[in-house]
């Protein structure tokens, strides 16, 4: 995989988004459903060309806990891509949502400048 000059960037989002040269990341819940959303976000970063020695890699929680990429790549494919649907205006009201591990990664049109 080729290095890419993509910028992770932590936001209100409900699953790994381009926006420019800007991927958008969203804000993961505590606990074991925000273990899959996280593997999830590793999941996608792969897939845009991150290394699993980038930082955003490396420091995601379930990369910490010692899981290795290709594991977390292989357990998404194996058991499902997880993103965050939400319930309401309250963020802290939300539901996983299983989508296709082969589906496009979302792209936000708009100013680059604002995430």
């Known amino acids: ?4 000059e993509l910028e992770p960037v932590l936001a ?3 699953q790994v988004t ?6 958008l990341v969203p ?3 505590l606990g074991a459903a925000g273990t899959e959303i996280d593997a999830a976000i590793v999941y996608d970063l792969h ?9 955003f890699m490396k420091n995601r929680p379930v990369v910490r806990a010692g899981n290795s990429v290709k594991r977390i790549v292989k357990y998404v494919q194996s058991r499902g891509h997880r ?5 309401g205006r309250d963020p802290r009201e939300w539901n996983r949502e299983l989508v296709p591990v082969d589906a496009p990664i979302p792209v936000m049109k708009g100013d680059d400048e604002h995430a």
């Open 47 to 55: 897939r845009l060309g991150f290394r699993p020695g980038h930082p």
């Open 12 to 14: 209100n989002v409900e």
């Open 18 to 23: 381009l926006k420019g040269k800007k991927v």
């Open 27 to 29: 804000l993961v819940p």
């Open 1 to 4: 995989m080729k290095e890419i």
């Open 83 to 87: 993103v965050i649907q939400r319930r």
